[in-house]
C-alpha cells in the first residue's frame, strides 16, 4: 500500500473513533480528500486506495487536473473562493461547491452549468466564529441566503460549510457545534422545501471535534497528503 493509501486507511480509523464516541454510524461522514497543489498521481494513488471525492481550492489547477484524470470516475468540489470571472469554469467542471456566499455568485453559476450536466451541488459557507478577513456569509444572513439559493434552477442546495480559525480542542467543539446549531434552525425554520443533509465542517486538525458536533463531511488534506510545499 502507498503512503498516501496508509494516510486514507489511518484517516478512516480516526473517523469511525470519533463516530463511535459520539454514538454516531459511520456512513454519516464522508470524507472528501483535498488535493489542492498535489498532482495527478497523488489523486491517481488515493482513487486506488478506495477514495473517489476531492476537494480543490484553486479552479485553474483544479480544471487541468481533471482533464489529466478524465479516466477516472471522480467527485470534484470546488472549497476554495468563487471569483466572477471563474464561475463558468465552476459551473462546468465541478460537481459540488462548497463556498457559496453572495446571491450573484449562486445566480452565476445556476445560468452557467450546462443544461446537459446534473444540477450543481452547493453548500453556503458561513462565516461561523466572526473573522474579520474571512469568507462567507454572517449566521444571521444564512436562512435567508439559503433560502434564495434554493429557488435556482440549476444548483441543488445540500446545506452549510465552514473554516473557523485555528483552536484548542474545547473551542473547536463549541465552534462546530454552532454551525450545527444553525444547520439545525434552517432545517426548522420551514424555509427550504428540501431540508438541508450536509454539513461540511472539520479538517486534518479537527476532525474529531467536527464529528462529534454533528459533521457529515470532512475536508482532510494534509493527513493524506502530506505537508504542502509553502
Request: aromatic share 4%; proline share 5%; with cysteine.
Amino acid at each position: 500500500m502507498t503512503t498516501i493509501g496508509t494516510n486514507l486507511q489511518d484517516v478512516h480509523q480516526r473517523i469511525a473513533a470519533a463516530c463511535a464516541h459520539a454514538q454516531r454510524r459511520v456512513n454519516e461522514v464522508t470524507l472528501l480528500a483535498v488535493s489542492k497543489t498535489f498532482g495527478p498521481q497523488a489523486v491517481r494513488e488515493a482513487h486506488a486506495a478506495g477514495q473517489a471525492a476531492f476537494g480543490e481550492n484553486y479552479i485553474q489547477e483544479a480544471v487541468e487536473k481533471m482533464a489529466l484524470l478524465a479516466d477516472l470516475p471522480l467527485q470534484w468540489h470546488c472549497i476554495g473562493p468563487v471569483q466572477s470571472n471563474k464561475t463558468r469554469l465552476v459551473a462546468t467542471h465541478f460537481d459540488w461547491v462548497h463556498t457559496v456566499d453572495r446571491l450573484k455568485t449562486a445566480q452565476r453559476l445556476s445560468d452557467q452549468r450546462p443544461p446537459a450536466l446534473a444540477p450543481l451541488q452547493v453548500c453556503i459557507q458561513v462565516n461561523i466564529d466572526g473573522g474579520a478577513n474571512k469568507a462567507g456569509v454572517v449566521p444571521q444572513e444564512a436562512a435567508a441566503l439559503a433560502q434564495q439559493v434554493a429557488a435556482l434552477p440549476r444548483l441543488q442546495l445540500r446545506g452549510l460549510m465552514a473554516i473557523p480559525e485555528p483552536a484548542s480542542a474545547d473551542e473547536a467543539l463549541a465552534v462546530h457545534r454552532a454551525s450545527r446549531a444553525l444547520f439545525d434552525q434552517i432545517n426548522r425554520s420551514g424555509l427550504l422545501a428540501q431540508p438541508l443533509d450536509t454539513l461540511s465542517i472539520g479538517m486534518s486538525a479537527d476532525l474529531e471535534a467536527a464529528v462529534r458536533a454533528g459533521s457529515t463531511m470532512v475536508r482532510v488534506g494534509s493527513a493524506i497528503f502530506g505537508s504542502r510545499a509553502r
